[in-house]
């Protein structure tokens, strides 16, 4: 039987993306909700994703290089025509990658700009990255309504991300920085909800396809537990936010469980829209696959070294179990 | 201001990969001294060691960062830049770049983490394996880069098929002509720039504080390693240049700006490249030097540029930037090999010559973006030597958004490295006051500050 390698790549690229979401997502949001601290807090917040946010961003590469590596011609497509966005979200990117160092090494004015940079830089990356995503699942339309769409996306994306982020502080930290937390969740996980909604409605005009493939009967029925789960995540993760306040629970873990399922089930939704597009009712994922003889190449080598990326990913954050302590080099 | 899209497009992308390498070619080099310091302390469990350790680790740290957030744009460059280069030659192109992620940055990015942080959470053994990870990965993504610059100057290994090319033999591709030279080549600049920025910071400290005892090491470890490595470069230049020389005539033509074939050519030491007159403007020259050294002949032929009618490389530029490459490490070897031998005599370097290595710290840089200008400029007017015209994969992206944007990158990467430069000096200042504990992580800072 021969292999359908396209196939097997959009599900790597698929597993790619939806793992950087969730891992740069939480940290990016720890970014987001940065000026709500006090600076003790915010040192606290910062040393909780310190060990990992340079790996979770490597998802990203993983993500854009199978778009390059077994859809090359998408690759140049897609990135050309989101040209602003892509150059918006890497300045930001870059300037947030930094400040993880310079807020901490440079002295005087200096760290609080680059504090302010750390904030800056992960709010602007998360409104790129949703203007990006309105960009591809809209199949990168022009004029003022798409702009205002890109923002939208945008800002929800930004609410997800803090989502993430509040309530990987809510298991991270300890205090008054963890039931500030908890408040932030609650916040967060609103403004998330708002984009989710936002995105579902907007998405199927977007595209007569999409339209077709949601709500034609019966196919509506099968589809509607994924909007329906969605919406016992969010209000799963308000119910045991709340029980947590109360000390009704101890379970510090479910919030952020609660929310990576709102990302997952998100991600299905979109994924299912788009597929097997690429570029939506353009280019499909097998117009756009790379050569065979490419395909195999990588992906021997992916099936050797992916597990072990696994295996060591999961090894670090079981090292950096717990509370997180403040970071110090150790000798 | 006539924008040429083309160029906007290969203006931003040099910057953007030009600010990249620089980090790369620090943290390269500078993994494996961590790793060598990260044993030692283990094994012998010195003070200086450790005090040594402590600021370095900052150094890499931030050199890590920067060289992370530039490389996250490489991966989109490629694609917002030269799309047509996805095009014709992403099945090859895009198998290399990805063994680089897989193999490369997953594994330097996770073990950093627990090298830098991890030191009270995992044993020893681990510890000190994660900085070896650590090195191993920088080398890896090394070598998977230099695989794809190097089959993109000396191609082989593939077919064209309906325009676009298919590998026939990957090892054939990946083990290129150029690519033993280039690998070493690089891996050898980086070990240079690592050292100088180690000489150079700690002569730094020395100024202020003569006997800061991880200072005077450093000094050492950083003279005594690029003594030994500056010579092996000129060696190992060489026999890239003889390469190159065989595999791309044209780039040597334009390097040594020789317009019309000859015999017994000279070695030009300085002049004015006219493109007009085709010929060379106020030329000082060492007779019959130039087809020695390439030919290893005095009447040796060399080719010259009018053989390859317009497809060769603008002359003046890697002219220019190949002598600044050149120059500079010929300062790098007379300035190492000089406080080696005080070294070796006297145990301790004059002032004089602190001052010297205080200035050449980031010498490695200016080394390494010149001899990268020489080979991509050198490449012109291809992408793929002989294969595929840059001019025929760039964007078709409007040239007001290259140029926006353009600016943008600019304005990040001058505040980047003006607040690299600066914070740099800080920790090293810091750390030989005594201050050093104070800066060590996010969170230290309120921690042992009472």
């Known amino acids: ?331 | 201001m006539s924008a040429d899209p083309l160029l906007l497009a290969r203006a931003q992308f040099g910057l953007n990969i030009g600010f990249h390498i620089l980090f790369p070619s620090i943290t390269i080099a500078l993994a494996w001294i961590l790793a060598y310091l990260r044993v030692r302390i283990e094994f012998a469990d010195d003070a200086w060691c450790k005090a040594a350790y402590r600021l370095w680790v900052k150094v890499f740290a931030l050199s890590f960062a920067l060289g992370v957030v530039s490389g996250i744009t490489m991966s989109f460059q490629f694609g917002t830049n030269w799309p047509g280069f996805m095009n014709k030659a992403g099945n090859i192109a895009g198998p290399l770049l990805g063994y680089e992620v897989l193999t490369a940055f997953f594994l330097e990015a996770t073990f950093l983490g627990v090298m830098l942080f991890g030191r009270d959470r995992v044993p020893a053994w681990m510890h000190t394996l994660s900085a070896f990870l650590v090195a191993i990965g920088t080398s890896a993504s090394a070598f998977w880069i230099l695989a794809l610059n190097s089959w993109m100057q000396t191609p082989q290994g593939f077919e064209m098929i309906d325009g676009q090319l298919h590998a026939t033999s990957w090892m054939a591709v990946i083990f290129n002509p150029s690519f033993p030279y280039r690998f070493a080549h690089v891996m050898i600049a980086s070990g240079l720039t690592a050292a100088f920025l180690v000489a150079g910071i700690s002569a730094f400290q020395l100024l202020r504080h003569p006997d800061f005892e991880p200072a005077q090491r450093m000094l050492r470890l950083g003279v005594f390693v690029a003594a030994v490595l500056a010579p092996l470069q000129i060696l190992v230049g060489d026999l890239h240049g003889l390469n190159t020389l065989e595999h791309q005539p044209a780039k040597i033509a334009a390097i040594e700006a020789i317009w019309e074939t000859e015999r017994g050519a000279p070695l030009l030491l300085f002049a004015m490249p006219n493109k007009q007159t085709r010929d060379n403007d106020y030329a000082i020259s060492l007779p019959q030097v130039a087809s020695l050294i390439l030919t290893h002949k005095f009447d040796g032929e060399l080719k010259g540029l009018s053989e390859f009618g317009d497809k060769h490389p603008p002359v003046a530029q890697v002219f220019w930037t190949f002598r600044v490459m050149v120059g500079v490490g010929l300062l790098m070897l007379a300035a190492s090999w000089l406080g080696a031998v005080l070294l070796i005599r006297r145990r301790k370097v004059p002032r004089k010559l602190l001052w010297v290595y205080s200035g050449m710290t980031f010498s490695g840089w200016i080394a390494v973006l010149a001899g990268w200008l020489t080979t991509e400029i050198g490449r012109q007017p291809y992408i793929v030597y002989g294969v595929i015209m840059t001019a025929d994969t760039a964007s078709t992206v409007p040239a007001r958004y290259i140029a926006t944007t353009l600016i943008g990158y600019a304005l990040a990467y001058a505040l980047l490295l003006i607040s690299y430069m600066v914070v740099l000096t800080q920790i090293a200042r810091k750390e030989a006051d005594g201050k050093g504990r104070e800066v060590a992580a996010p969170g230290a800072l309120r921690a042992q500050v009472p």
């Not at chain 1, 966005?85 to 930094?98: D, F, K, N, P, T």
């Not at chain 1, 798409?146 to 989502?163: C, N, P, R, T």
């Not at chain 1, 969010?234 to 947590?244: E, P």
């Not at chain 1, 829209?273 to 190449?297: C, G, H, K, N």
Request: aromatic share 14%; hydrophobic share 60%; with cysteine.
């Open chain 1, 1 to 331: 039987m021969e292999l359908d390698l396209p196939l097997i790549f959009t599900a790597l690229m698929g597993l790619a993306i939806l793992a950087y979401v969730i891992l740069d997502g939480f940290d990016l949001g720890v970014g987001i909700l940065l000026p709500l601290a006090t600076r003790a807090e915010q040192d606290m917040m910062v040393a909780s994703i310190g060990p990992f946010w340079d790996a979770n961003e490597t998802w990203l590469v993983l993500g854009v290089g199978i778009l390059l590596v077994a859809f090359p011609h998408a690759h140049g497509v897609i990135l050309s025509s989101l040209y602003l966005e892509v150059a918006l979200m890497l300045i930001a990117l870059i300037l947030r990658g930094v400040s993880f160092e310079f807020r901490v090494k440079a002295s005087g004015w200096h760290q609080s700009m680059w504090n302010d940079l750390f904030f800056v830089g992960s709010l602007g990356t998360a409104v790129a990255q949703g203007a990006m995503l309105a960009g591809v699942i809209t199949g990168f339309r022009g004029g003022p309504l798409f702009i205002a769409f890109e923002f939208l996306v945008g800002i929800g994306l930004a609410g997800g991300y803090a989502l993430l982020g509040a309530t990987w502080l809510a298991i991270k930290t300890e205090g008054d920085l963890h039931r500030r937390a908890l408040t932030w969740s609650k916040a967060a996980a609103l403004l998330a909800a708002a984009g989710v909604a936002a995105i579902s409605v907007a998405t199927p005009f977007a595209s007569a396809g999409i339209m077709e493939k949601w709500f034609a009967w019966p196919r509506l029925l099968w589809l509607s537990p994924l909007p329906l789960l969605t919406a016992v995540a969010f209000a799963g993760i308000l119910l045991s936010v709340t029980r947590l306040q109360r000390g009704a629970s101890k379970r510090e873990w479910l919030p952020f469980v609660l929310s990576v399922w709102i990302f997952v089930f998100a991600f299905a939704g979109l994924a299912y829209s788009m597929f097997p597009y690429l570029v939506v009712d353009q280019l499909t994922i097998w117009q756009a696959a790379a050569a065979r003889e490419s395909l195999m190449f990588v992906f021997v080598g992916t099936c050797v070294v992916l597990p072990m990326i696994i295996g060591y990913t999961v090894f670090s954050y079981r090292v950096f179990w717990g509370k997180a302590r403040s970071l110090t080099y150790g000798e």
